[in-house]
């Protein structure tokens, strides 16, 4: 009896910590959450298996992950904009040319691999 109460008190758990997203960026679309490594250089081509995809004008490389693996890919922006490290965007993973779309943080810093934090 213990051992059933405490799997559904962690499936309860792990349920509360997942990333239940914007009903405008359904995953079905091939919408994902991801988090801003760093900007791409100029002419940079998109990530996902584009193949023969353009350069981009402005990208950033984003860190995402696929079920329990972390993965890294390019993301288009608006020109001229300027995405500091750490800040969290949706993106499309089926369509390469789609700009990633920044989500308000509300202040939550988002620690990096590399160890320094980002606001």
């Known amino acids: 009896m213990r ?3 405490a799997c559904m008190c962690a499936a309860c758990l792990a349920s509360a910590c997942a990333d239940v997203g914007d009903a405008r960026y359904p995953q079905r679309d091939g919408w994902r959450v991801g988090i801003v ?3 791409a250089p100029a ?3 998109p990530g996902n298996g584009c193949g023969e995809a353009a350069p981009l004008d402005q990208a950033v490389y984003v860190r995402y992950y696929a079920g329990m ?3 890294r890919t390019v993301v288009a922006i608006v020109p ?3 995405w500091p490290a750490g800040q ?3 993106f499309n993973l089926r369509d390469c040319r789609r700009q ?3 989500i ?3 202040g939550r810093r988002i620690q990096l691999a590399s160890g320094e934090s980002a606001q």
């Open 43 to 45: 002419g940079s081509t």
């Open 100 to 102: 990633g779309i920044a």
């Open 3 to 5: 051992t059933l109460a």
């Open 104 to 106: 308000p943080d509300a």
């Open 88 to 90: 969290r965007l949706y």
């Open 80 to 82: 001229g904009t300027d």
């Open 69 to 71: 693996r972390p993965r």
């Open 37 to 39: 490594e760093s900007m």
